[in-house]
């Protein structure tokens, strides 16, 4: 009966590598249709028996529903700077090197000699209220604007008072109506613009084996790829076999394991 058994296994094997999928689903029907003999083996060749007639059928399944799906992730390089979105934070370097600078004077910044800045009066309101904050400026290979004193703070690394970012729409038009919430979503642009900055874009596409599209979607900063991936790209995997590939697939597997 075990021979028989293999024997079966094997040429679902055989059909499933010649592509003849008729011959498979007949094959692997009368193997499944014999499993209630398997019970007189000896327990390890029964295990081994029913191991390899799964095995055999989840491929049969595969080839014959085409439900294999090919996930391909790459960087978007056409992220939108997040600075030119409607109603948004502004946000001016004082490092003419960076894009969009400003000198501090143009302000009305000064340094003052305990070392801290000095603003005109109606910059220290925006300053005190949360529609403005000083930011610092870390580069070491990649870069990071932080809200001053909150970020990477590298003696070598780090400017500090080296940009301001200022809200240029009316303050009713923020959500956050407190200088704590408006620091918590001037930090949450931040985070995005950093991003943004140091070229963190991605996006998916989602065909299966016959190159037909499933889905696809661009545009997904790096602060959002967890997002991406549990919301969008994993409903679409449920109960799929897939692989996943493309330049940012290590970057998207820790979501998925």
Not at 162 to 182: C, F, H, Q, V, Y
Not at 239 to 250: F, I, L, P, T
Request: with cysteine; glycine share 10%; aromatic share 8%.
């Amino acid at each position: 009966m075990a021979m028989g058994h293999t024997a079966l296994t094997l040429n679902i094997k055989r059909a499933l590598s010649n592509d003849e999928l008729g011959v498979a689903k007949e094959l692997l029907r009368d193997a499944l249709g014999s499993l209630g003999g398997l019970g007189g083996l000896d327990k390890t060749m029964a295990r081994a028996i029913r191991a390899e007639l799964r095995t055999a059928s989840d491929g049969m399944e595969h080839r014959v529903t085409g439900d294999k799906l090919i996930v391909t992730v790459k960087y978007d390089s056409d992220l939108q700077c997040p600075t030119d979105w409607d109603c948004q934070w502004a946000l001016y370097p004082f490092n003419s090197r960076l894009m969009n600078s400003k000198n501090p004077s143009e302000f009305g910044l000064r340094m003052g000699r305990d070392g801290n800045i000095k603003a005109p009066i109606g910059l220290q309101r925006k300053l005190d209220v949360g529609t403005a904050f000083m930011l610092d400026y870390y580069e070491h290979g990649g870069s990071a604007w932080s809200l001053h004193g909150e970020g990477m703070q590298c003696r070598w690394d780090t400017s500090s008072y080296d940009g301001i970012l200022i809200w240029e729409n009316k303050p009713s038009d923020m959500g956050a109506k407190t200088r704590e919430a408006r620091a918590k979503d001037a930090n949450s642009f931040l985070e995005t613009y950093n991003c943004w900055a140091n070229g963190q874009g991605y996006g998916y596409e989602i065909e299966n084996e016959e190159g037909e599209d499933i889905d696809s979607c661009w545009g997904f900063y790096g602060n959002d790829l967890k997002h991406m991936v549990e919301d969008n790209i994993k409903p679409h995997l449920v109960g799929k076999e897939y692989e996943v590939r493309g330049e940012a697939r290590d970057e998207v597997m820790r979501y998925l394991r």
